[in-house]
């Protein structure tokens, strides 16, 4: 054999084994378990790849859904499905109508409420007019309420004066206690018209503590014990009030 037949068959040798590898590494490319292998991972790697991602146009779901404009976007289309829902809008009519029925309560509480609040000042005013008539009527009874007394008084007064007039000028006592009797018969008139009355009781009356004082006590035969047997000084009353006790004397 010659050098260059040697040099041929070790050249097909060579390529014989090639061939084999290339057969085996095709056969593995081929197998569907390790092309599934290889397409996870080539996907995955692919999925991952920004500028692939950017490329296709692949947008993560959560970042779509967190988006501020997606957001409100999908709010407002939300809103609006509730808005039109007839039970939504059944529940607003119905909430419009206690509304309404509340306001014009509250109009009309509020009208009673200004009506009262005038009457009120109203009757305070008229109050306070009738405490100022009345404190103006006090004030003037203590001033005047002794006018008329006084003006039933004068002609006692002018009486007096004509008595002591009539006792300079003349010596007649008969005179004297005439005029002296008819003045003390028009002071008690004016006495009487102005509600003061006599308390005068009489020798043998019992004697009454409500309207008489008891200065002495004397022993009396013939008078039963308790009677009234002098009277000292007449007592008076203005219309049932005592204003002063007869004063008498009494029989033990």
């Not at 070790?10 to 290339?22: G, R």
């Not at 920004?50 to 988006?67: I, L």
């Not at 014009?104 to 305070?124: C, G, P, S, W, Y």
Request: no cysteine; net charge negative.
């Amino acid at each position: 054999m010659t050098k260059k037949q040697s040099k041929t068959i070790s050249q097909e040798e060579e390529n014989s084994v090639t061939a084999e590898h290339l057969a085996d590494a095709n056969a593995v490319d081929h197998d569907p378990v390790t092309m599934e292998a290889q397409g996870t991972t080539d996907a995955n790697a692919v999925d991952r790849d920004p500028v692939t991602m950017e490329a296709q146009g692949t947008t993560d779901t959560n970042a779509v859904d967190r988006d501020p404009v997606t957001m409100e976007a999908q709010g407002t289309t939300d809103t609006n499905a509730v808005d039109h829902d007839p039970v939504t809008i059944e529940a607003q009519d119905a909430t419009d109508v206690v509304i309404e029925s509340l306001q014009k309560k509250i109009a009309t509480l509020t009208q009673t409420v200004t009506e009262n609040l005038d009457k009120a000042q109203r009757a305070q005013a008229e109050l306070d007019n009738v405490r100022k008539r009345t404190q103006r009527d006090i004030e003037n009874a203590h001033k005047y309420g002794l006018e008329r007394f006084v003006h039933e008084l004068l002609p006692v007064l002018d009486s007096l004066e004509l008595g002591i007039q009539a006792l300079a000028n003349t010596n007649d006592i008969k005179s004297s206690l005439e005029g002296m009797n008819m003045t003390m018969k028009i002071f008690s008139t004016a006495l009487e018209k102005s509600g003061v009355q006599k308390i005068s009781p009489n020798v043998g009356d019992t004697f009454d503590p409500d309207w008489h004082e008891a200065i002495a006590m004397e022993e009396q035969e013939k008078i039963e014990s308790g009677a009234i047997i002098n009277i000292l000084q007449k007592g008076y009353q203005l219309n049932g009030r005592l204003i002063r006790s007869a004063k008498v004397t009494i029989a033990k």
